[in-house]
């Protein structure tokens, strides 16, 4: 049985049992088959396996690729912070580049308050989804959509986004949607929660490339490019967002749980 080296993740978090949870797993001489990866994304259960290999290119240090427990996904932050974390908690250094399918090269590198994450700044247009509103449970006050099936709904405060209880059946059928749902917080600038059920994760725990959407969203919002979030889900995780240009940097803490082998 193949022997593979994995790490379990809680990514940003400053203790475990917090944040969101990732597995990490390395491969020295390439990707396995995708449905090899994609069955022990199935295995893990966890919102993202983020899958390492080695990169010979000028451009980044590795290639990276992740996984739910239904599909491949085209950009992930937290999973991507956890890779992160484990590289450079085992050869050390300052900076990390993984090279992505779909999101081109990531960089990760430390921070004073721990990490520091690239991710491209992801714009949303004013639009109109009602069957989606009626599936969140609640009336937004605004909705912003993307292309790349990011959708953003704006409500008035921090109690209402706490209090939706979505239909995730209806959620799920209109496809692998990311439903974003935003307000002004009380302990941080911004609050949200972050359903995609049409990918197999009904409620995200924290959601890196959600905050690439709501850095560019907010920084227009509260006229200043650095804010606060919090992801007020039950496990619940606290970022800092900052638009550089067309860059979304989030900051964040990780803490590995578990360090072993993936036998298959």
């Not at 593979?4 to 990707?31: C, R, S």
């Not at 990866?37 to 983020?50: D, S």
């Not at 974390?85 to 050390?92: R, S, T």
Request: proline content about 7%; overall charge negative.
């Amino acid at each position: 049985m193949p022997a593979i080296p994995y790490w379990h993740v809680d990514a940003f978090t400053t203790a475990a049992f917090g944040g969101n949870q990732a597995a990490v797993m390395l491969w020295e001489d390439g990707f396995p088959p995708d449905e090899i990866m994609q069955k022990i994304g199935e295995e893990n259960n966890f919102a993202e396996t983020a899958f390492l290999v080695p990169c010979d290119a000028d451009e980044a240090d590795w290639h990276l690729r992740w996984f739910t427990p239904e599909c491949e996904i085209r950009l992930c932050g937290h999973a991507t912070l956890a890779a992160g974390h484990v590289l450079l908690e085992q050869g050390g250094g300052d900076q990390i580049r993984f090279l992505t399918r779909q999101a081109g090269v990531l960089t990760m590198r430390r921070s004073a308050a721990g990490y520091e994450l690239a991710l491209p700044a992801i714009p949303t247009q004013p639009g109109d989804w009602p069957e989606a509103a009626a599936a969140l449970g609640a009336v937004p006050q605004a909705i912003n959509r993307s292309p790349d099936r990011y959708n953003v709904f704006l409500f008035e405060d921090e109690a209402a986004v706490r209090g939706l209880s979505p239909d995730f059946a209806a959620l799920a059928a209109m496809g692998d949607h990311q439903f974003i749902c935003t307000a002004p917080g009380t302990g941080t600038d911004v609050v949200s929660r972050v359903f995609v059920p049409g990918a197999g994760v009904p409620e995200d725990s924290v959601t890196g490339s959600a905050h690439a959407v709501l850095t560019p969203f907010w920084a227009e919002r509260l006229g200043r490019p650095d804010f606060t979030a919090h992801q007020a889900s039950r496990r619940g995780g606290t970022l800092t967002c900052r638009l550089d240009g067309d860059t979304a940097w989030l900051g964040g803490e990780c803490v590995t749980v578990v360090e072993g082998m993936f036998r298959y």
